[in-house]
C-alpha cells in the first residue's frame, strides 16, 4: 500500500517503545546487577562473572537446576499423551463432544494461585477428601505435601491437572486436518487403530506435537506461583525450582544479585531448549 | 467377521465415553469441593472423616469476607489493571498490527522480530531488574506501571492475533476510503477497527483472564495491602491468616475464580481461539 514512508514505523513506535522499556531494558539492567555485588538494594561493587562462577560451586544452585528439569519433564510426560489421549477421544463421532470439550478445558482457565488453593484442600492431610478415600482403600498415614519423596510428584500431578487442556485442544484441532484418505489407505494396508496412530496421525501431527512440546517445557521450567503456593520449595527444598529460588531470592531473601544471575541462567537455558527442539524438528522433517 | 467389528465399535464407544466421564470428574472435582467447603459452617469443615455435602448451607463466609474483611477491594483493583491493561494493548498493539499487515518498508522483518522476540524472554529473567526499576523511579504500587508491564508482556502476542485478523479483510475499502481523501490514520480508524472487532475482542478476552489471573507481576510490584491485585489478595490472606479458616479460604477462590469461569461459559468460542492461538499462562 502506498503512503508516507514514515507512517508504518509511526504506527509501530508505541509498541517498539513499550516493549524495548519493560522487556529489553530490564535483560540488560539484569546482566549488569548480576556483575556487581548488592546489599539489599545498593550495588557495592563489580565482581565480573564472579556470581555465575559461585553458582556453580552452589550445592543447592545445582539441586534447583536439576529440579526444574525433573519438574519440566515429568509434567511433559504427563501432560503430552493425556492431551493426545483426550484430543483422540474428542475427534471420535461421539454425541456431547461439545459438552465434553468444554468441561475438560475448564482447569486451564484458573489461574496458578487459585489451582494451588484447591489442590492444597483437596490434599489437606487431616479433613481432605484424598485422605479418606485413601484411608477406606487401606493406606495408612498420608501426609501428601510434607513428604519429602511426594511433594514434587504430587505438584507435578496438579500441574498436569490444570495444564492438561492445551495440548488436548491444540492437538484436536491439528487432528482435525488430517486427510482422511490417509486412513483409508492405511486401513487398505492392513492398518488397525493403534498402527494407524503410528503410521499415519502422529507423523501427520508431528509439527503441532513438538511446537507443544517446546511451549509447555519453556512453561513448566520457568513457573513460579503455583509451586510457590503449594509448598513455598519445600518440604527440605525438595520442590525449589530454578525460577522459584529467583523468586525467594530476589523478593525474601534479598539476594537480589544471586537472583538476577539465576534468573539469566534460566533465560539462556529457555534459548537453547528452543534451539535443541528446533533443531529436532528440522532432522526429523529432513528423514 | 462383521459382529466382532460392530462388536469392537460399541467397546470402543463405551471406552470413549467411561475415560471423557471421568476426565470431566476429575476436572471438576476439587472446584466443586472448594465450592461445597465455601457453603459450610465451620463445623462441617474441619471434621473427620469428612461430610460431603453443606447441611446446615450457610453464606456466612462470603459475608465474612466481603463485609468484615473488604477483599471487594481487591477485585476492584483487578478490575482496574486488567480495563487499563486491555485498553493499552489494543490501543498499542492494533496499529503495529496494521502496519505489520499491510505496509512493506525498511527494516520491517528487524522490527517485527525485535518485538516477537520480548515474548521469549521468561517473565522470572527480568522480574528482579523490573523490581529494581520501580523502587528506583518510586513506581511500586503505581497503577499506570504495573498496566505498563502487563502490557510489556502482551502486546508481542496481541500484534501477531490482530495481524492475522487484519489479513483476511479485504484491501477495497480501505483503498476507497484512501481515494476519498482519507488519511492512513483515518482509513484505519474507520474502516479496518470496526473490521477486526471480532479478533480485538478474542485479545480482550485474553488480556482480562492474563491479567486477573497473574500473581507473580502484581506480588512483585504491590507492596501496599490495599494496592493488591485479586490473586495477590488470596494467596496472602492465606499466608497471613492464623488458624485453618479453610471455608473462607475457599470461598475467596470460588470469588476469584467467577469472574473467569463465567467469562469462560459465555465466551467459549474466543476463549478456546485464543487457547489455540498459543494461549498465555503466566
Known amino acids: ?287 | 467377521m462383521r459382529t466382532s467389528r460392530r462388536m469392537r465399535a460399541a467397546w470402543a464407544d463405551a471406552a470413549t465415553y467411561i475415560i471423557l466421564c471421568l476426565g470431566c470428574v476429575v476436572a471438576v472435582a476439587p472446584i466443586v469441593w472448594g465450592l461445597l467447603t465455601s457453603l459450610k459452617t465451620q463445623n462441617n469443615i474441619a471434621i473427620y472423616p469428612p461430610r460431603w455435602f453443606p447441611a446446615p448451607l450457610t453464606l456466612e463466609h462470603y459475608r465474612v469476607l466481603l463485609v468484615d474483611k473488604g477483599v471487594v477491594r481487591f477485585f476492584i483493583n483487578s478490575l482496574i489493571l486488567s480495563v487499563g491493561t486491555i485498553l493499552l494493548s489494543l490501543a498499542v498493539a492494533a496499529p503495529a498490527a496494521y502496519a505489520a499487515a499491510r505496509f512493506r518498508f525498511r527494516g520491517k522483518h528487524t522490527i517485527l522480530l525485535a518485538i516477537l522476540a520480548t515474548s521469549m524472554i521468561p517473565g522470572i529473567s527480568i522480574l528482579v531488574p523490573i523490581y529494581l526499576l520501580a523502587v528506583k523511579v518510586k513506581l511500586l504500587n503505581n497503577y499506570p506501571f504495573l498496566i505498563l508491564v502487563y502490557g510489556a508482556w502482551l502486546v508481542p502476542q496481541a500484534v501477531w492475533f490482530i495481524k492475522g485478523f487484519v489479513e483476511v479483510i479485504p484491501r477495497d475499502m480501505e483503498e476507497a476510503a484512501l481515494l476519498d481523501g482519507c488519511s492512513t490514520l483515518g482509513a484505519f480508524v474507520r474502516v479496518v477497527l470496526p473490521l477486526i472487532q471480532p479478533g480485538l475482542a478474542a485479545v480482550a478476552i485474553l488480556i482480562f483472564v492474563f491479567v486477573w489471573n497473574d500473581f507473580l507481576i502484581g506480588v512483585t510490584l504491590t507492596t501496599q495491602e490495599e494496592m493488591r491485585p485479586v490473586q495477590v489478595g488470596l494467596v496472602r490472606f492465606l499466608q497471613d491468616t492464623l488458624g485453618v479458616w479453610w471455608g473462607q479460604f475457599m470461598a475467596f477462590t470460588m470469588l476469584a475464580v467467577a469472574p473467569i469461569l463465567l467469562a469462560f461459559f459465555v465466551l467459549q468460542k474466543r476463549f478456546i481461539a485464543g487457547l489455540s492461538s498459543g494461549g498465555i499462562k503466566g
Open chain 1, 1 to 287: 500500500m502506498t503512503s508516507k514512508p514514515v507512517i508504518p514505523y509511526l504506527f509501530l513506535l508505541p509498541s517498539l517503545a513499550l516493549v524495548g522499556a519493560i522487556a529489553f531494558y530490564p535483560i540488560y539492567y539484569a546482566i549488569e546487577i548480576s556483575l556487581y555485588e548488592t546489599r539489599f538494594l545498593q550495588k557495592v561493587a563489580f565482581v565480573g562473572l564472579d556470581q555465575y562462577a559461585r553458582l556453580l560451586a552452589d550445592a543447592g544452585f545445582l539441586r534447583a537446576l536439576f529440579t526444574s528439569l525433573r519438574y519440566a519433564l515429568a509434567s511433559l510426560a504427563l501432560t503430552i499423551p493425556i492431551g493426545m489421549m483426550f484430543a483422540l477421544l474428542l475427534n471420535r463421532p461421539i454425541r456431547f463432544r461439545a459438552f465434553f470439550r468444554t468441561i475438560l478445558v475448564i482447569p486451564w482457565t484458573l489461574s496458578q494461585a487459585v489451582t494451588a488453593m484447591l489442590w492444597v484442600w483437596v490434599l489437606n492431610p487431616s479433613y481432605g477428601p484424598l485422605k479418606y478415600l485413601l484411608d477406606q482403600a487401606g493406606f495408612g498415614q498420608v501426609v501428601f505435601l510434607s513428604n519429602p519423596d511426594w511433594a514434587l510428584k504430587i505438584v507435578v500431578l496438579v500441574n498436569t491437572w490444570m495444564t492438561y487442556p492445551l495440548p488436548t485442544i491444540l492437538f484436536l484441532a491439528a487432528l482435525q486436518t488430517v486427510p482422511k484418505e490417509l486412513y483409508e489407505s492405511a486401513r487398505i494396508d492392513g492398518s488397525n487403530a493403534w498402527s494407524s496412530f503410528w503410521r499415519v496421525t502422529l507423523p501427520f501431527m508431528q509439527n503441532t506435537v513438538v511446537a507443544t512440546a517446546i511451549m509447555l517445557t519453556l512453561q513448566f521450567f520457568n513457573m513460579v506461583t503455583l509451586i510457590y503456593v503449594m509448598t513455598g520449595g519445600g518440604p527440605l527444598g525438595s520442590t525449589q525450582t530454578l525460577s522459584l529460588r529467583v523468586f525467594l531470592d530476589g523478593f525474601y531473601n534479598f539476594r537480589l544479585a544471586g537472583a538476577a544471575a539465576v534468573g539469566m541462567v534460566i533465560f539462556l537455558l529457555n534459548i537453547i531448549f528452543s534451539l535443541s527442539y528446533i533443531r529436532v524438528l528440522r532432522r526429523s522433517e529432513l528423514y
